[in-house]
C-alpha cells in the first residue's frame, strides 16, 4: 500500500520568505513517480512536477526547487522568494502505476 | 492546447437522486481518471477509463459507476445519492497507459447533497 504523508496542515508567510513544504512516503514498489501539484482556490490541480524513482537530481525551476532523497523516502518542494500568486493548498503524490496517491495537502498563505 | 474541462461547474442534487459529470480530456489524451476530494477525506481514487474500458476502480461502492465514450469523453454516475457524496469530483487525462502517471486534471465538479 502507499501512503504519502505532509504533517504541515498550514503555513503562512509573509511575502518574499522561502517556504519549504515537506513531502514523506512509503511504498513497497521499486519504481514509482512522485508529484507535486498546486491546488488554487478556483479548486483545478496543477501539475507541477514529476520525479522518478530513479532520479534523485534535485530540481529548480524558476522560483521552485524540488529535493528528493530516497534514502529518507523524502521528496520536498521549496518555493523561493514567494509571492501572494502562491497561495494555495499543495499536494504531494505518489503513484506507482496508474493511480495517484495524495497527501493530505499543506495549505500556503502567503500575505503581502 | 485546451486542458481538460469538466461540466458542470456545480450540481445540486437531493438524497436519493442520481448524478451525472461529465468530463473531456485534453486532445491525444486517451486515459481518463476520475477522483473524488471531500471534506476531511483528502483526494481518492475513484475510477480509471481508457481506450473505452474500465482499467480499475478505487475503494467506492458500485452506485459510483462510469463509462468512457468513442471520443474519449467520459461520465461518472452516482446513484441513491448520499449527503456523504457531497464533494469536488476531479476529472484527470492521460496519455494513456504507457504514459498513465502524468496526469493533468480538471476544474472540478462541486456536487452537493442536500
Known amino acids: 500500500a502507499q501512503k504519502v504523508t505532509q504533517a504541515q496542515t498550514e503555513i503562512s508567510v509573509v511575502e518574499k520568505e522561502d517556504v519549504t513544504l515537506d513531502c514523506v512516503y512509503e511504498?513497497?514498489?521499486?519504481?514509482?513517480?512522485l508529484f507535486w501539484y498546486k491546488q488554487p482556490p478556483s479548486g483545478e490541480l496543477v501539475f507541477l512536477i514529476r520525479r522518478n524513482s530513479f532520479d534523485e537530481q534535485n530540481e529548480i525551476s524558476g522560483r521552485y526547487s524540488w529535493n528528493f532523497q530516497k534514502s529518507t523516502s523524502s521528496f520536498n518542494f521549496t518555493i523561493t522568494a514567494s509571492q501572494v500568486v502562491d497561495s494555495a493548498v499543495y499536494f504531494c503524490?505518489?503513484?506507482?502505476?496508474?493511480?495517484?496517491?495524495f497527501g493530505a495537502g499543506t495549505t500556503v498563505t502567503v500575505r503581502a | 492546447e485546451a486542458g481538460v474541462t469538466q461540466s458542470p461547474t456545480h450540481l445540486i442534487k437531493t438524497r436519493g437522486q442520481q448524478a451525472t459529470l461529465r468530463c473531456s480530456p485534453i486532445?491525444?489524451?486517451?486515459?481518463v481518471y476520475w477522483y473524488q476530494q471531500a471534506l476531511g477525506l483528502g483526494l481518492q481514487f475513484l475510477l480509471w477509463y481508457d481506450e473505452g474500458e474500465e482499467r480499475n476502480r478505487g475503494n467506492f461502492p458500485p452506485r459510483f459507476s462510469g463509462r468512457q465514450f468513442p471520443n474519449y469523453s467520459s461520465e461518472l454516475n452516482v446513484n441513491a445519492l448520499e449527503l456523504e457524496d457531497s464533494a469536488l469530483y476531479l476529472c484527470?487525462?492521460?496519455?494513456?497507459?504507457?504514459?498513465?502517471?502524468?496526469?493533468?486534471f480538471g476544474p472540478g465538479t462541486r456536487l452537493t447533497v442536500l
Open positions: 503524490a505518489l503513484s506507482p502505476d496508474y493511480k495517484l496517491s
Open positions: 486532445s491525444g489524451h486517451t486515459s
Open positions: 511504498t513497497r514498489d521499486t519504481t514509482y513517480y
Open positions: 484527470a487525462s492521460s496519455r494513456g497507459i504507457e504514459d498513465a502517471d502524468t496526469q493533468y
